[in-house]
């Protein structure tokens, strides 16, 4: 009798880690289509250049998003993130970095 009981509890934690991979993967796909709509939405003026706010970077790389940085430098993380339908590298400026400020500001204009 006991290793029926036993065999019945393996069925349901194997179906509910199932669902929970489905919530998952379903979770993933709804703050997908979210970033994909606000992004959507984005008013960006038809210039070669543009300005964005804090909160439009954060939202872009999620918060900075562990999952979304793609390299480190001597100023610090560097992350992927979308701005106005466009697919963009961001680089966070690190308190007390190996370099300073003006040499990554410097950076930014041999980039842009």
Known sequence: MLAKEREELEKVKKERDEMQMERD???REAEELKRKQEVASCTCMPLSFNEF???????????FDPSLEIG??????????????TQVAIKKLRSGASQGPSEFQQEVRMNV
Request: aromatic share 14%.
């Open 25 to 27: 993967t379903a979770l």
């Open 53 to 63: 706010s804090f909160s439009e970077i954060v939202e872009a790389t999620r918060n």
């Open 72 to 85: 480190e430098g001597g100023y610090g993380n560097i992350y992927k993130g979308f701005l106005c339908r």
